[in-house]
């Protein structure tokens, strides 16, 4: 039987729900307990750990026979053919988390086939959600978003993120450096998920970021995707690790062109 979209959306918005509540509650003692992983800027909290563990149990205990991809745990099993993978970032934005500002986001999303079909961002400060199903449109709420109306280069609000390895973080200011004289301004709020979901607001106008994983974008690409925008990686690449970029389709030729030029995809 063909998974209903719909239906694996229900579940996770209740599934990210829960563990809004579980991060929203843990954060005090849970920033005492930090470690790094990749270097010594790239943090993981108690509660990262515990909220993973909570919605692969919920998710195990709904639907047993279904993979799930983590940030901290990594793959549990492949999925069957026909059958679901769901990708889960617990906590994104987990330095924001350990300074207690209000940009973090549970991500999860549902994929079928290698497709993601479903996916929903929690933001367990504000209560702000945003989903989308694949073909269903993306919502804040009940709201249907559109992403931004902005067609030129030169007024366009652009968000983007860094990664935490120095060599990668010296290369991405110089593309920083090269693309704001172009654009109306940069914003970093530092959560890739919340980043999409604003593009597909139109909070912002545009958002790109070198060395994304697929729980970083894979909720947030699909909403944005369904709120009309175009997500990609450069000259034709599918979004990924080496670049992603999400503008509205008059925005993104010049975006797209502008990051070329400046070698986004190069560097560590």
Known sequence: MAENPGDLLALAVRIAREAALTARRMRTGAITEVETKSTDTDVVTAADKAVERQVVEALRAERPDDAVLGEEYGASTEARTGGVRWILDPIDGTVNY??????????????????????????PVTGDEWTATRG????????????????????????????????RRAHQGVVVAGLLPQVRDIRRFGAASLDLCMAA????????????????????????????????????APAGGEMLVAAPQALFPALHDALVKLDAAGGA
């Open 201 to 236: 607001e139109g909070s912002v106008d545009a958002y790109y970021e070198k060395g994304l994983n697929p729980w970083d974008h894979a909720a947030g690409g699909l909403i944005a995707t369904e709120a009309g925008l175009r997500v990609s990686g450069l000259d034709g």
């Open 136 to 167: 269903g449109g993306a919502w804040r709420g009940d709201r249907r978003l559109s992403g931004s109306a902005r067609t030129t280069l030169d007024q366009a609000l652009v968000a983007t993120g860094f990664g935490y390895d120095a060599a």
């Open 98 to 123: 350990l300074y207690g500002l209000p940009q973090y986001a549970v991500s999860l999303a549902a994929e079928v086939d290698g497709v993601v079909v479903a996916g929903v961002v929690h933001n």
